[in-house]
C-alpha cells in the first residue's frame, strides 16, 4: 500500500513531488528500508541530513522520530500521543512558530496544510492526505515505519504532550472526585498541565482503541 499522494491529487500543481520529506520521497516499510527513491545523488542526500539536528545521526533522527502537528489534525496528534509518541500540537499557534519549531527541535511536520508546504525552505514533513482518524494514523505509522510499542501506551498527557508520573495517591487528596479517590489507587499527573489520569472502567478500552488502530495500521501495511 502507498501514501505518497503528489500535491497535484489535492488541486495545487506549482509542486509536483510526492508530500513527504522536502524534495525527496520515503517509500513505505520499516525503518530501514526507508530510502531516498529518487535523485539519489549526493547532494540530495546532503539535503536530507541538513534537516537533522546537530548531535544525530540521521538513523538516530529517523529512529527518535519527534512531530509537530498543524491546526488540521489534532485528533491525529492526540492519538499519536496516546501510543506514546513526542507530538507538539497547539491549535493556535502561529504558523511561523510551528516551523521553527518542526526545524529547531528536529520534528516532522505533519500537516493538511497544502499552503504551508508552498513555503520556502519547508521543514521536513508528512502530507497527510486523508480525513479519517484511523487512516491518517495508518499513513504516518506505514510511510515512517513507526513502531508504536504497546507498553509506550499511554505515558504521555493526550491534552500537551507531557510525560506522565506516577504520583503518591494521598498526594491528590482532593483534587479528584472522592468516589474515584476511594476506588482508585494508581494515578499519573502530567507534570506540565498538571492534568491527572487513573484507571477505571474506560482505561481497557482506551487500549483496546489503540490496539484496534495499530492492527488497522498494520494491515494498511500489507
Ligand atoms: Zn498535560
Not at 107 to 118: E, F, N, Q, V, Y
Request: hydrophobic fraction near 40%; charge should be neutral.
Amino acid at each position: 500500500m502507498c501514501w505518497l499522494m503528489p500535491l497535484g491529487g489535492v488541486g495545487v500543481s506549482r509542486i509536483s513531488e510526492p508530500l513527504v520529506f522536502v524534495g525527496h520521497r520515503f517509500v513505505p516499510g520499516p525503518l530501514p528500508a526507508i530510502l531516498l527513491a529518487e535523485g539519489k545523488s549526493a547532494s540530495e542526500h546532503k539535503r536530507v541530513e541538513e534537516h537533522v539536528p546537530g548531535g544525530l545521526t540521521h538513523g538516530n533522527w529517523l529512529a527518535e522520530m519527534k512531530f509537530i502537528a498543524d491546526s488540521m489534525v489534532g485528533s491525529l496528534a492526540r492519538w499519536l500521543r496516546a501510543m506514546g509518541q513526542d507530538v507538539v500540537y497547539d491549535p493556535f499557534m502561529p504558523d511561523s512558530m510551528l516551523m521553527r519549531r518542526a526545524r529547531e527541535e528536529g520534528r516532522i511536520l505533519l500537516t493538511r496544510d497544502t499552503r504551508l508546504l508552498l513555503v520556502k525552505d519547508v521543514p521536513a514533513h508528512l502530507f497527510i492526505s486523508h480525513d479519517g482518524l484511523e487512516e491518517q494514523l495508518a499513513q504516518v505509522i506505514s510511510t515512517l515505519g513507526l513502531n508504536p510499542k504497546e507498553e509506550e501506551f499511554l505515558t504521555r498527557c493526550m491534552e500537551c504532550n507531557g510525560l506522565l508520573e506516577s504520583v503518591e495517591k494521598e498526594a491528590i487528596r482532593g483534587r479528584v472526585y472522592p468516589y474515584v479517590y476511594a476506588t482508585q489507587e494508581n494515578f499519573q499527573e502530567c507534570p506540565d498541565c498538571r492534568r491527572l489520569y487513573w484507571g477505571g472502567t474506560h482505561l481497557p478500552r482506551l487500549k483496546e482503541k489503540l490496539q484496534r488502530l495499530l492492527r488497522f495500521a498494520r494491515e494498511k501495511e500489507r
